[in-house]
């Protein structure tokens, strides 16, 4: 299992925006082929940074979700919305 945390922040006043996309995605993104589980952060001392962690049965599940029209059409929205570019981890568990 592949667990992913993206880190996203934002325009201050695009905040808003980016979660109206984002509920409008969640369940398309958690019902995706591979998909486990979702959810959605916020960095407590800034207002602006939020992160998305999931789950994905795979790297090539999660391949398959990046190069997918779902997430094209979900990044397209989002992307404009940055304040500065994302970073994304993939992580598994050692212990």
């Known amino acids: 299992m592949i667990k992913r945390i993206v880190k996203m922040t934002f325009i201050p006043e695009k905040i808003d925006e980016f979660l109206s ?4 995605s969640k369940n398309k993104i958690k019902s995706f082929e591979g998909c486990s589980h979702l959810e959605l952060w916020k960095e407590n001392a ?3 940074i939020f992160f998305t962690y999931s789950f994905w ?3 090539e599940a999660l391949e398959n979700y990046r190069n997918s029209e779902t997430f094209k ?4 929205k989002t992307k404009p919305l940055f304040a500065e570019k994302a970073e994304a981890w993939s992580v598994e568990i050692v212990e």
């Open 46 to 48: 800034s207002k602006n």
């Open 57 to 59: 049965a795979s790297a």
């Open 73 to 76: 059409n979900i990044w397209s």
């Open 21 to 24: 996309v984002f509920n409008a």
